[in-house]
């Protein structure tokens, strides 16, 4: 299985301030994603985190809330942008192989608090 | 369009007893269908996954999941539930006619009394 490493683990932040969460894939990953989940919820795919480019954002989504990048295939950030409380949620870097079948693995998630 | 459905939010079992978490789906083509857990505080952990063949499919931790594509469902398995498998569970789906975007269910969260 994949190995997916993310940092910070937990944050408490201000309202209106920025968070940025890192997130670090083994080799074998070649996609990337970055979700919300609220907590006991469900996920929610914020976007594709394309190696290079922009990345792919799902409605609902804009960059200029939640910038991604990507500078080589191992290592993504996602940018929580002026933040209120609504984004109070936690975040999971994603990431599997190429191939359509191929299992996609979690990192351990970014506990997000805005007050 | 492609959904997944856990119709129960809660399942209650006895430590000992067999469990089963119901998933049901809806795709355009074939289904590609995955488990994951997730304990408090932590990342999704993947169990298991359906994407051909044998339709009974093992897992880790011991459990396993039943693809029935005539009632297009996917339930997941134990024969004796242990308290330690108190967690939540996510079904979600693929659909193989293309796109590499994973639905997820709402999840269901297992209780298992000692």
């Known amino acids: 299985s994949a190995v997916i490493s993310q940092k910070p683990s937990r944050d408490i932040c201000q309202r209106g301030t920025s968070l940025t969460i890192q997130c670090q894939v083994d080799?074998?990953?070649?996609?990337m994603f970055w979700y919300r989940q609220q907590p006991g919820q469900s996920l929610t795919l914020i976007a594709t985190?394309?190696?290079?480019?922009?990345?792919?954002?799902e409605s609902g989504f804009v960059i200029d809330k939640f910038p991604i990048s990507r500078p080589n295939l191992t290592f993504s950030t996602l940018t929580v942008s002026n933040m209120s409380p609504e984004d109070s949620s936690i975040y999971l870097c994603?990431?599997?192989?190429?191939?359509?079948?191929?299992?996609?693995?979690f990192g351990p998630g970014t506990r997000l608090t805005v007050l | 369009a492609q959904s997944v459905a856990q119709p129960e939010d809660q399942v209650n079992v006895a430590e000992g007893n067999p469990l089963t978490v119901k998933c049901t789906y809806s795709?355009?083509?074939?289904?590609?269908l995955f488990w994951y857990v997730q304990y408090p505080n932590r990342g999704l952990q993947f169990l298991l996954k359906?994407?051909?063949?044998?339709?009974l499919v093992k897992g880790s931790y011991g459990f396993e999941a039943e693809f029935n594509k005539s009632q297009t469902s996917f339930h997941l398995k134990k024969p004796s539930a242990l308290v330690s498998d108190s967690a939540l569970y996510f079904c979600?789906?693929?659909?193989?006619?293309?796109?590499?975007?994973?639905?997820f269910g709402a999840g269901t969260r297992l209780f298992v009394k000692a």
């Open positions: 994603s990431g599997k192989r190429e191939g359509f079948t191929d299992t996609q693995y």
């Open positions: 080799s074998q990953v070649t996609m």
């Open positions: 985190a394309n190696q290079g480019s922009e990345a792919t954002y």
């Open positions: 795709v355009s083509g074939n289904p590609y």
């Open positions: 359906y994407i051909t063949g044998d339709n």
């Open positions: 979600a789906v693929r659909d193989g006619t293309g796109g590499f975007n994973t639905i």
